[in-house]
Structure formats: structure tokens, C-alpha cells
């Protein structure tokens, strides 16, 4: 089946500096993937909307300065958190589909976790 | 309201009952629904996903769709520790949109 790797799983920064999270699709052509972060007990909500090789699509109220996602293949996306603060301290998500399947549900990655102190 | 509605619980239950997890949703215009099931700090698994009206089963999971009523269900027969999660309802309209979640429900299954 389709497989989403997303890298790392977790990661602890320093306020300021920047993280850069990467999903790959393995075994599949992602044209489109999709960032999430999720907070304790809360639902996933939608970031963005990563289309490969054109800008992202960003959902209201997130910052596409402070979030910056590239998509330059078919099989990677990348988050890049800049100036991280506390804030920012979540529970990352990437998904995509394979729509080369017969499914329609949409793969996702295992997560980041990521801690700004 | 919400486009997607879900009880978040959480829900408790012995081993071996049947679990009865349920949605519903205001928009008609979503065509495709499915069930993922999230551990801790872990990204969702999908579990099952249905297009029509009606039921489909796989293994102990049995998902039923009613699109006249505008509501979902996830059917756990025999329950098991291993199925204590969160599980998430999440649907879609048309080809490569976003998923809509519903937050989710607590699911705990005591042995």
C-alpha cells in the first residue's frame, strides 16, 4: 500500500531557529500533499495544500512566512518552521494519495512532534 | 455549525463489546467518508473508507453510510485493547481536496 515517510519524529529547538520537517512518498507520485498539526486531544486541522513545483495554498489565519513549504518533486514536500517559538509547538502531519489506486483515502505520515524551549 | 460533527468522549468499554462510533455532517456536497484510527503520537491509519449509501464490512469494522440522513457510522465487533485509539471521521468532496476531520473520538477498551 501507499507509504507516506515523514521525517523526523521528533525534534526539540531552540526559540528562534528554524526546523525543517520532510515527507516523502515511497512508493507513489504525490502531486498534491496536505500539512496538518494537531494539538493535544484536538483534531487535526489543515495548514496548507502543497501542489508540486507551484506555491502552496495556505489555510486562513496560518502565516506563510513563518511556514514555508516546497514541494519541488513528486515524492517530497518539505515544512520549514522559521523563527520557531514555544507557540509553535505541536504535532505535525503530512497526507497524500495515491491516485493511481482505486482508494480514496489519503495516506499519512507518522507525525513530528516538535518542542520549541 | 460545523461542517463535520463528532462526539469526542471519551468512550470506555469492556473487552469483547461492540463499539458504535458515529458522525454527522451538514454539507451534501461530500461523496467519499472514512474512518481513520489514530494511536498516541502517531499519524492516522486508515481504516475504511465507503462512496454509496450502505454498509461495508472488513474484518471486526463495519463502516454504514447514510447519506439521506447525513450521517456515518463505525461498527467495532469484539473489541480489544489494541483498539483503544482516537478515532477520526473524516470525509471529502470531489478528487484531490482536503480532508474535513471530525475531532475525534476516545475509544478505551478495558480488559
Known amino acids: 500500500g501507499a507509504v507516506v515517510s515523514q521525517h523526523p519524529s521528533w525534534v526539540i529547538c531552540k526559540s528562534g531557529t528554524s526546523v525543517k520537517i520532510e515527507c516523502r512518498s515511497l512508493?507513489?507520485?504525490?502531486?498534491?500533499m496536505f500539512w496538518y498539526r494537531q494539538f493535544p486531544k484536538q483534531s487535526l486541522m489543515l495548514m496548507a495544500t502543497s501542489n508540486e513545483g507551484s506555491k502552496a495554498t495556505y489555510e486562513q489565519g496560518v502565516e506563510k512566512d513563518k511556514f514555508l513549504i516546497n514541494h519541488a518533486s513528486l515524492t517530497l514536500s518539505t515544512l520549514t518552521v522559521t523563527s520557531a517559538h514555544p507557540e509553535d509547538s505541536s504535532f505535525y502531519i503530512c497526507?497524500?494519495?495515491?491516485?493511481?489506486?482505486?482508494?480514496?483515502?489519503?495516506?499519512f505520515g507518522s507525525g513530528t512532534r516538535l518542542t520549541v524551549v | 455549525q460545523k461542517e463535520v460533527e463528532q462526539d469526542p468522549g471519551p468512550l470506555s468499554v469492556p473487552e469483547g463489546a461492540i463499539v458504535s462510533l458515529n458522525c454527522t455532517y451538514s454539507?451534501?456536497?461530500?461523496?467519499?467518508f472514512m474512518w481513520y484510527r489514530q494511536y498516541s503520537r502517531k499519524g492516522p491509519e486508515l481504516l475504511m473508507y465507503t462512496y454509496s449509501s450502505g454498509n461495508k464490512e472488513d474484518g471486526r469494522f463495519t463502516a454504514q453510510v447514510d447519506k439521506s440522513s447525513k450521517y456515518i457510522s463505525l461498527f467495532i465487533r469484539d473489541s480489544q485493547p489494541s483498539d483503544s485509539a482516537t478515532y477520526l471521521c473524516?470525509?471529502?468532496?470531489?478528487?484531490?481536496?482536503?480532508?474535513?476531520f471530525g475531532k475525534g473520538t476516545r475509544l478505551s477498551v478495558i480488559a
Open positions: 454539507n451534501s456536497a461530500f461523496q467519499y
Open positions: 473524516a470525509m471529502i468532496r470531489t478528487g484531490n481536496t482536503p480532508l474535513v
Open positions: 512508493d507513489f507520485q504525490a502531486t498534491t
Open positions: 497526507s497524500a494519495r495515491d491516485v493511481s489506486g482505486n482508494t480514496y483515502g489519503y495516506t
